[in-house]
C-alpha cells in the first residue's frame, strides 16, 4: 500500500511540476510586457528582462496624452458592441428555430452553417471589398459590424443549438400551452435560462472583433474610424525604438478583455460545458 501510495504522490507531484511549468511559459510574455511597461527607456537598454528598480507609470501618461488610444478604444468598442449584439439576435432565432422547431431541411441548414466556421476571412476579403466600395460602405461602423456579425454568427449559431437542444422540452410545451407564441417562448422562457451561453458567446466573440487587425485596417481607412488593432500597429511602428512605451500601449489595449473575461469567467465556463455534460 505504500509503494502505490509514493507512486501516486510522485505522479501528482510530477503533473503538478509539468502544469506549472506550462503555466509560467503562457504566463512569460504578460509578465514581460507588465515589467517592461513600468520601466524607463534607460533601464530597459540596461535590463531588458530583470524586474525594475522603480515603477514608472510615465509610459501609460505618454501613450494615452500623445496618441488617440481613448478614440480607439471607443471605435473597438462600438463595433465589438454592435456586432455581439446583432450577430446573438440573428443566431438565437436561427438557433432556437433549429433546435425546437420541426421543418424541411432543418440538419441540412446546422450544417451548412457549422461549415462556413472554417471559411478563411481572407478569401471574402477581395468581393467584399469591391462589393462595399460601390455601396460606399468603407470607413463606415455600421458597414463593419455588419461583416464582423457574419463571421461570428456560424458559431453562434452551433453553440446556441447544442445549448438549447438541452433545455428542458416540458417548460417549452407548458408555455405553449398557457398561449405563449413561438417568438413568446423564446423571449420570456429560452432565452433567460440559457445566459451562460448567451454571455460566453458575448466574451468569445467580443473577443475575436477587438483582436481583429485584418478587417479594421481594410475597411476602416479614415483616422477617426480607426480600432484599438489598428492604431496599436501604427503605435509600433511610431514607437519602435522605445519599447517601455509600446508595452504600455499593448497593456492598456489588453486590461479590457481581460476585465470581461473576469467578471463573466463563472458563465463563461457553464456556457461551454453545458452541452457537453446535458448532451
Do not use: C
Given at each position: 500500500m505504500?509503494t502505490?501510495r509514493?507512486r501516486?504522490?510522485?505522479?501528482t507531484a510530477?503533473?503538478?511540476t509539468?502544469l506549472?511549468?506550462?503555466?509560467l ?11 517592461t511597461s513600468v520601466?524607463?527607456?534607460?533601464e530597459?537598454?540596461f535590463d531588458?528582462i530583470g ?7 510615465q ?5 494615452l496624452v500623445?496618441n488617440?488610444?481613448l478614440?480607439w ?6 463595433l465589438?458592441?454592435?456586432s ?17 422547431m420541426?421543418?424541411?431541411?432543418r440538419?441540412?441548414l446546422l450544417?451548412?452553417?457549422t461549415s462556413?466556421m472554417?471559411?478563411p476571412p481572407v ?11 460601390r455601396?460606399?460602405?468603407i470607413s463606415t461602423?455600421?458597414?463593419v459590424i455588419?461583416i464582423?456579425?457574419?463571421?461570428i454568427?456560424p458559431?453562434s449559431?452551433?453553440?446556441l443549438?447544442?445549448f438549447?437542444r ?11 400551452i ?6 413568446g417562448?423564446?423571449?420570456r422562457v429560452?432565452?433567460p ?11 468569445v466573440?467580443a ?7 485584418l478587417?479594421?485596417l481594410?475597411?476602416?481607412?479614415s ?6 488593432m489598428a492604431g496599436?500597429s501604427v503605435?509600433?511602428g511610431r514607437y519602435n525604438n522605445?519599447?517601455p512605451?509600446?508595452?504600455a500601449?499593448?497593456?492598456?489595449a ?16 457553464r ?9
Amino acid at each position: 500500500m505504500s509503494t502505490i501510495r509514493k507512486r501516486f504522490t510522485m505522479g501528482t507531484a510530477a503533473r503538478h511540476t509539468l502544469l506549472l511549468f506550462f503555466t509560467l511559459l503562457a504566463l512569460g510574455p504578460s509578465f514581460f510586457m507588465i515589467m517592461t511597461s513600468v520601466k524607463t527607456k534607460d533601464e530597459y537598454v540596461f535590463d531588458k528582462i530583470g524586474l525594475p528598480d522603480k515603477i514608472v507609470l510615465q509610459n501609460f501618461e505618454d501613450a494615452l496624452v500623445d496618441n488617440d488610444f481613448l478614440l480607439w478604444m471607443r471605435n473597438s468598442t462600438i463595433l465589438a458592441v454592435g456586432s455581439v449584439v446583432l450577430s446573438t439576435a440573428v443566431a438565437s432565432l436561427a438557433a432556437f428555430a433549429i433546435a425546437r422547431m420541426q421543418f424541411f431541411g432543418r440538419d441540412l441548414l446546422l450544417s451548412i452553417s457549422t461549415s462556413l466556421m472554417i471559411i478563411p476571412p481572407v478569401v471574402m476579403i477581395v468581393p467584399l471589398f469591391v462589393l462595399y466600395t460601390r455601396l460606399e460602405l468603407i470607413s463606415t461602423f455600421h458597414g463593419v459590424i455588419l461583416i464582423y456579425a457574419g463571421l461570428i454568427t456560424p458559431f453562434s449559431v452551433y453553440l446556441l443549438v447544442s445549448f438549447f437542444r438541452t433545455l428542458p422540452g416540458e417548460i417549452l410545451e407548458a408555455a405553449l400551452i398557457d398561449g405563449a407564441t413561438s417568438l413568446g417562448v423564446l423571449w420570456r422562457v429560452v432565452l433567460p435560462m440559457s445566459l451562460p451561453a448567451l454571455l460566453t458567446l458575448f466574451v468569445v466573440n467580443a473577443l475575436y472583433v477587438w483582436n481583429d487587425l485584418l478587417i479594421a485596417l481594410i475597411f476602416l481607412q479614415s483616422d477617426d474610424s480607426r480600432t484599438l488593432m489598428a492604431g496599436i500597429s501604427v503605435f509600433q511602428g511610431r514607437y519602435n525604438n522605445q519599447i517601455p512605451l509600446t508595452m504600455a500601449g499593448m497593456l492598456m489595449a489588453s486590461l479590457p478583455m481581460l476585465i470581461l473575461y473576469i467578471l463573466f469567467q463563472r458563465y463563461f465556463i457553464r456556457g461551454l460545458v453545458a452541452g457537453a455534460l446535458k448532451g
